[in-house]
């Protein structure tokens, strides 16, 4: 338990994306059956939005101002 509470601490003081990145990981490493289908889910779901902000159905934010938002939480 004490091994756990340090690799938490340590996950905390990454950045945003940095514990993004481990949590996509640890997920992936839950259930590797049905990443194919995980992962078609995303690429449709990221070919959607691409299309709606084409099209000018949605706007886009710098993702400086993404990561601002996340550590004003």
Do not use: C
Request: aromatic letters at 10%; charged letters at 30%; zero cysteines.
């Amino acid at each position: 338990m004490e091994d756990n509470s340090r690799v938490f601490e340590q996950a905390l003081a990454m950045s945003p994306f940095e514990k993004a990145v481990l949590i996509e990981k640890l997920f992936q490493s839950f259930d590797q059956e049905n990443q194919n289908a995980v992962d078609h889910a995303w690429a449709t779901e990221a070919e959607s939005r691409i299309d709606a902000y084409e099209a000018g159905e949605i706007s886009a934010r710098p993702f400086e101002a993404v990561l601002n938002d996340l550590k004003k939480r």
